[in-house]
Nanobody, 125 residues
Framework: EVQLQASGGGLVQAGGSLRLSCAAS????????IAWFRQAPGKEREGIST????????YYADFVKGRFTISSDNAKNTVYLQMNSLMTEDTAVYYC??????????????????WGQGTLVTVSS
C-alpha cells in the first residue's frame, strides 16, 4: 500500500518559517518525483515545488522562488519543504504527491498518482 504522510503544518506568524515533511512508503522512492501542492480555502489546488530524488533536481513555482526550498532524504524516503518568509497568503492545506520520475518537472496535479492527506499551514498577520 502506498502511503504519503505529510506533517509539520501549524500556526506561524507572518515572516516566520515552517518545515513540512512528506514520508513515503510502499513505493520505490528513487523511481518517483515528489511534489508539494497547496489548496487555500475557496481556491484551486496549485503546485509549489517538485524534486527528482535521483539527482535532487528541483522545480519551483514562481510565487515561492527564493522563499521555499525542497529537499530529499533518500535514506528516510522523505521529502521536506522548508518555508521561510511566510505570508498570510501562504495559508492553505499543503499536500505532497508522487508521480513517476519522468514527471519530476511537472506541477500539474493530474500527473500525480499518489497523494498524502494534507497538513494545514496557517499564517497569521
Amino acid at each position: 500500500e502506498v502511503q504519503l504522510q505529510a506533517s509539520g503544518g501549524g500556526l506561524v506568524q507572518a515572516g516566520g518559517s515552517l518545515r513540512l515533511s512528506c514520508a513515503a512508503s510502499g513505493i520505490t522512492f528513487d523511481d518517483y518525483a515528489i511534489a508539494w501542492f497547496r489548496q487555500a480555502p475557496g481556491k484551486e489546488r496549485e503546485g509549489i515545488s517538485t524534486i527528482n530524488s535521483n539527482d535532487d533536481s528541483a522545480y519551483y513555482a514562481d510565487f515561492v522562488k527564493g522563499r521555499f526550498t525542497i529537499s530529499s532524504d533518500n535514506a528516510k524516503n522523505t521529502v521536506y519543504l522548508q518555508m521561510n518568509s511566510l505570508m498570510t497568503e501562504d495559508t492553505a492545506v499543503y499536500y505532497c504527491a508522487a508521480a513517476p520520475d519522468s514527471y519530476w518537472y511537472s506541477l500539474d496535479l493530474n500527473d500525480y498518482e499518489y497523494w498524502g492527506q494534507g497538513t494545514l499551514v496557517t499564517v497569521s498577520s
